[in-house]
C-alpha cells in the first residue's frame, strides 16, 4: 500500500507535483498516467526519499520510505535503467544492491533468470542496450521479493517481445497480491495492463479511477447504417437523439442501441449497422489532460478543453 | 481493450526471512564490494603504490647517483634520508585522493546514487559504510607503500655507493623520530584519500571534486607562500599538505607544525569537511 497525502514538490517557480493525494492498493496493477512533464517522475521520487517533498507525506506500508531498515524487502523500485555504474558487471551491478539488504548471490541468480539476463550476467552492464538495462533495473526492483513494485515508464526501450514479457509479468506480480504502480505516457499500454488509473497532468490529480470507469466517462454514441436512413433520421430526432453523418454512417447521441433499434423495428427499417460507440481511452485522456499539458501542439486546444470540464466533472473526486 | 479488474487478492507477504544484522554493517559490505568491482579502484590504488614507492626509490636512487655529491656533499648537511624516501607522497596523495572523491562522486555521474540511497535511505549510515570502506583500503595501501618506499630507500642509501656512503646511510625504523614519520605518510595518505570522498560528497561531480581536491591540497601552499612573510608560514602551516608534511618528516621544521599538532590539524579538517558532506547528503534531492 502506497498513500500519499497533499504531496507537493517545488522547484523554485516551478510546481511539478501539486497538493497530490491517492492510495495505491494491493492486488492490481495501477497505471500511473499523464503526459511528460506530469510530475509522475518526482512523485516515485518522492516516494522513495530521493527528493524530500516540499509539503505533504507518502508512506509505504503506513512508514516513511527512509524509516524501512531494509527497504529492498518493501518496496522494489525501477526509476531510471541508467542508475547503475556501467563498469560493473549486471552480476556484481545487482550483488551490491543485494548485499545492502542482506540478501544472498543465490536470490541474484534467481532475479537474473527471471528476466532472462543469465546469460550477459557477466558483462559490463554499460555496454547493455536500453532495453537491457530496463530488465536490470527489474531484476534489482524483485531483489528483496517485496510486497510493491513500482516502474516508471516500464515499457521505454523494450522490444515488441520485451513489452509482451512485461505486460504479463506485471499481471503475473499482482495475481500474487502485490502492489504494482507503473507510470506511463501511453494510454494504451495502460489500458493493456492496468486495472486502475490515477492520471495527472501539471501535477495535480485529475483521475483516480478504474479503467472502465474512466472510459464510460468519454462520449459515447450509436452508430447506425441503413438504406432507409433518411426516413429513420427525422424519427430518432423525434425520440431525443441528435444525429450527425459520418462517412456514409450515421452517428446518434443521446439514444441507446436499444432504443434505435426498437424504433427502426417499428417502422419496419432494416438496419444494416446498429453499434455502441465509446471513445478511446486514448481519446478520454486527451480529452483530460489536454489542458494541462506543457506544450500543445494542436490548434484547436480550446474545444478539448471544453470536452475536459466534462470529463472532470464525473471523474474528478 | 479495457482490462478486468480480479479481485483483490489477499495482500503479498514474502516467505523470504526477515534480515538480520546492522544497516551500517550490511552497508559496508556491500561498499567493500563496490570498490572491489569497478576498475577505476584498483587502478587507483596501484597509482598510489606505484607513486609512493617508485618515486621513492627513484629519487633516492637518482639522489646517490649526482655527481655533485661529490663535489658539493657539504651542502646536503641537512639531508634526511627518510625525507629522501617518502618524497613519492607528494604525487601518491593525488592519486588517493582522486580514488576518494571517485568513491562518491562516480555514483552521482553514473547515477548509482539512486540505487544506493534506495537500497539505504539511511544516507548517513551509507556515507559512513563507504568512509569505512575507503578508510581500511587507503589505511592497508598507504602503510604498505609508505613502508615498502622508506626501507627499499634506505636499503638503497646504505649500499655502497660512492665514497660519501657514509655520510649519507640510510637510517633504520627504531631512530628517533623514524618510526612516526613513516607511519605518518601511511597515515597521511588515509586521510587525503578520506578528504577525497568528503569533497566527493559535497561536490558531486568528478571533474567539479578533483579540481576542489587538487585546490586544497596542492595549489592552496603554493599560494601561500607568495604571502607576505610571516603570513605565508602561518596560513600556510594550517594547510593539509604542510599539516601532513609535519606528519611524515623526521626532523621538527620551525616553519611547520609539530607531528602531533600537524595529525590533529588534519583531523580537524576532516571533522570539518565531513560535517559539511553530512548536511549536504542529508538534505539534497538525488
Same mark, same amino acid.
Given at each position: 500500500m502506497i498513500k500519499a497525502e497533499h504531496l507537493t514538490k517545488r522547484f523554485g517557480d516551478t510546481i511539478a507535483v501539486n497538493d497530490l493525494s491517492f492510495e495505491v492498493a494491493p492486488g492490481c496493477v495501477t497505471g500511473f498516467l499523464g503526459p511528460n512533464g506530469a510530475g509522475k517522475t @518526482? @512523485?516515485? $521520487?518522492?516516494?522513495?526519499?530521493?527528493?524530500a517533498p516540499t509539503q505533504g507525506t507518502v508512506t509505504v506500508n503506513g512508514k516513511r520510505y527512509a524509516n524501512h531498515r531494509f527497504p529492498l524487502h518493501e518496496v522494489g523500485a525501477l526509476l531510471d535503467a541508467k542508475a547503475l555504474h556501467g563498469g560493473r558487471t549486471a552480476f556484481n551491478h545487482l550483488l551490491v544492491l543485494a548485499k545492502t539488504n542482506g540478501i544472498g548471490r543465490a536470490r541474484v541468480d534467481e532475479v537474473l533468470d527471471i528476466v532472462g539476463l543469465t546469460d550477459v550476467a557477466g558483462k559490463r552492464a554499460g555496454t547493455f542496450s536500453l532495453g537491457m538495462g530496463q530488465r536490470l533495473g527489474i531484476a534489482g526492483a524483485l531483489l528483496g521479493d517485496p510486497g510493491i513494485l513500482m516502474f516508471d515508464e516500464p515499457v521505454n526501450g523494450l522490444d515488441p517481445e520485451g513489452i509482451l514479457w512485461i505486460r504479463t509479468f506485471l499481471r503475473s506480480l499482482a495475481d500474487e497480491g502485490r502492489t504494482v504502480f507503473i507510470s506511463s505516457h501511453l494510454m494504451n499500454e495502460m489500458a493493456m495492463t492496468a486495472s486502475r488509473l490515477i492520471v495527472v497532468g501539471r501535477g495535480k490529480l485529475i483521475a483516480d479511477a478504474t479503467v472502465d470507469e474512466v472510459v464510460s466517462r468519454g462520449q459515447h454514441w450509436v452508430r447506425v447504417?441503413?438504406?432507409?436512413? *433518411?426516413?429513420?433520421?427525422?424519427q430518432l430526432i423525434a425520440a431525443g437523439g441528435t444525429v450527425n453523418e459520418n462517412d456514409g454512417a450515421h452517428d446518434i447521441r443521446g439514444l441507446s442501441a436499444a432504443q434505435v433499434g426498437d424504433l427502426a423495428a417499428a417502422t419496419g427499417i432494416a438496419l444494416h449497422e446498429?453499434?455502441?460507440?465509446?471513445? +478511446? %481511452?486514448?481519446d478520454v485522456f486527451f480529452e483530460m489532460t489536454e489542458d494541462s499539458v506543457e506544450y500543445h501542439g494542436s490548434a484547436n486546444a480550446h474545444v478539448a478543453v471544453a470536452a475536459t470540464t466534462d470529463v472532470l466533472a464525473g471523474v474528478a473526486r | 481493450m479495457t482490462a478486468?479488474? @480480479?479481485? =483483490?487478492? /489477499?495482500?503479498? !507477504?514474502?516467505?523470504?526471512?526477515?534480515?538480520?544484522? !546492522?544497516?551500517? #554493517?550490511? =552497508?559496508?559490505? +556491500?561498499?567493500?564490494?563496490?570498490?572491489?568491482?569497478v576498475r577505476s579502484t584498483v587502478l587507483s590504488l596501484v597509482a598510489t603504490m606505484g607513486l609512493t614507492v617508485g618515486l621513492g626509490w627513484l629519487i633516492t636512487f637518482a639522489f646517490i647517483h649526482r655527481d655533485h655529491l661529490e663535489r658539493d656533499g657539504r651542502r646536503f648537511d641537512r639531508f634526511d634520508p627518510t625525507d629522501r624516501a617518502m618524497r613519492g607522497v607528494f604525487l601518491a596523495q593525488l592519486a588517493i585522493g582522486v580514488l576518494g572523491v571517485l568513491v562518491m562522486s562516480s555514483e552521482h555521474v553514473t547515477g548509482m546514487i539512486r540505487s544506493s540511497i534506495a537500497a539505504v535511505p539511511q544516507r548517513r549510515t551509507l556515507l559512513a559504510a563507504k568512509a569505512i570502506v575507503l578508510g581500511t583500503v587507503a589505511l592497508i595501501v598507504g602503510m604498505a !607503500?609508505?613502508?615498502? =618506499?622508506?626501507?627499499?630507500?634506505?636499503?638503497?642509501?646504505?649500499?655502497?655507493? /660512492? *665514497?660519501?656512503?657514509?655520510?649519507?646511510?640510510?637510517? !633504520? %625504523?627504531? *631512530?628517533?623520530?623514524? %618510526?612516526?614519520?613513516?607511519a605518518g605518510a601511511g597515515a597521511y595518505l588515509t586521510m587525503i584519500a578520506?578528504? #577525497? %570522498? =568528503?569533497?566527493? /560528497?559535497?561536490? $558531486?561531480?568528478?571533474?567539479?571534486a578533483i579540481s576542489a581536491m587538487f585546490a586544497v591540497v596542492l595549489v592552496a601552499p603554493l599560494i601561500t607562500t607568495a604571502l607576505p612573510a610571516p603570513? *605565508?608560514?602561518?596560513?600556510?602551516r594550517w594547510l593539509p599538505l604542510n599539516a601532513g608534511q609535519a606528519m611524515f618528516t623526521v626532523r621538527v621544521e620551525p616553519d611547520l607544525l609539530t607531528p602531533g599538532k600537524g595529525f590533529f590539524v588534519m583531523l580537524v579538517w576532516l571533522a570539518g569537511s565531513f560535517l559539511l558532506a553530512t548536511i549536504l547528503l542529508s538534505k539534497r534531492d538525488v
Open positions: @518526482t @512523485t516515485m $521520487r518522492m516516494i522513495l526519499g530521493l527528493d447504417r441503413s438504406p432507409r436512413i *433518411d426516413e429513420l433520421v427525422p446498429l453499434t455502441e460507440q465509446r471513445a +478511446s %481511452l486514448e | 478486468t479488474i @480480479t479481485p =483483490a487478492p /489477499t495482500p503479498y !507477504s514474502t516467505n523470504r526471512p526477515a534480515p538480520k544484522g !546492522s544497516v551500517l #554493517g550490511r =552497508a559496508v559490505s +556491500s561498499e567493500w564490494a563496490k570498490i572491489r568491482s !607503500s609508505s613502508f615498502a =618506499a622508506f626501507l627499499g630507500g634506505q636499503a638503497i642509501l646504505s649500499s655502497p655507493h /660512492t *665514497d660519501l656512503s657514509r655520510q649519507f646511510q640510510g637510517v !633504520s %625504523l627504531s *631512530d628517533p623520530g623514524v %618510526l612516526r614519520a613513516v578520506l578528504l #577525497g %570522498l =568528503a569533497i566527493g /560528497t559535497i561536490i $558531486r561531480r568528478t571533474p567539479g603570513w *605565508d608560514v602561518n596560513v600556510g
